[in-house]
């Protein structure tokens, strides 16, 4: 439900515009994922490198908004909270923001943020880590003044609530992202680095290499 939720926001948000390219992406990860939990009597401190698969979409408008919407997900160990034991799942990440121009090829960029934890893609029932999100965005920073070589640059906090069972915390974090394109190409290379916790029973930190497939002016 909060993803079709996030989904129609965004969606909405971009229909509200005249929409000058809708670019689909696809992509894939592989890092180092760091969890500790303490919940409900049970403990896991867990540090695996792990592949995180990702897909989005990105909106560019004629008045110069944009409007994005990203799945992301991670192999790691999730809390069964019947039996306390830690268990093979996913962490299954949503990003949906608007990005508004503040100056030539810089964005403020407001927009909501979950993080569910499971043993199924999608799934909430070890946890969850959602709220707003606020940052600013570069996605096309020119190297040395390069028509050729770009670089991209995100940076975002969050402040939200985690929740596992009864548990409900205040949650914030930080998510910096940085990439490189060349002009003449669908494919892009980057760094995400993110941390994540809440007040007392979760903290999080995530470190990935990501090749994306962008399918520009395949739509």
Same mark, same amino acid.
């Given at each position: ?7 129609g926001?965004?969606?909405g ?9 809708? *670019? ?6 592989? +890092?180092?994922?760091? =969890?500790?939990?303490?919940?409900? +009597? ?39 909270q019947? *039996? ?10 949503? *990003?949906?923001? /608007? ?7 810089a964005?403020?960029? /407001?927009?909501?943020?979950? /993080? ?20 600013v ?10 028509? %050729? ?6 940076? /975002?906090? =969050? ?14 974090g ?16 980057g760094?995400?680095? =993110? ?14 290499? =990501?090749? %994306?497939?962008?399918?520009? +002016?395949?739509?």
């Amino acid at each position: 439900m909060r993803f079709s939720i996030i989904g129609g926001i965004a969606l909405g948000l971009a229909a509200s515009q005249v929409m000058a390219e809708i *670019t689909p992406r696809v992509g894939l990860g592989i +890092g180092s994922y760091e =969890q500790i939990v303490f919940a409900g +009597g049970a403990f896991s401190d867990n540090t695996a490198i792990s592949i995180a698969p990702s897909a989005g979409v990105s909106i560019g408008t004629q008045a110069g908004f944009i409007f994005d919407l990203g799945i992301e997900t991670l192999a790691t160990e999730v809390l069964n909270q019947s *039996t306390g034991e830690f268990d093979d799942g996913y962490r299954t990440e949503l *990003t949906a923001f /608007a990005g508004y121009p503040f100056l030539p090829g810089a964005f403020v960029i /407001a927009g909501y943020r979950t /993080a569910d934890y499971g043993e199924s893609i999608g799934d909430d029932e070890s946890g969850s880590l959602s709220g707003p999100m606020l940052g600013v965005a570069m996605p096309d920073l020119r190297i040395g003044g390069s028509d %050729t070589n770009i670089m991209s640059f995100m940076f /975002a906090i =969050q402040q939200g609530t985690y929740e596992i069972g009864a548990i409900e915390e205040d949650g914030e974090g930080a998510t910096i992202r940085l990439g490189f394109r060349r002009s003449d190409s669908n494919q892009s290379f980057g760094l995400r680095y =993110q941390v994540f916790g809440s007040d007392e029973s979760f903290d999080e930190w995530v470190t990935t290499l =990501q090749w %994306t497939y962008n399918f520009v +002016g395949e739509n």
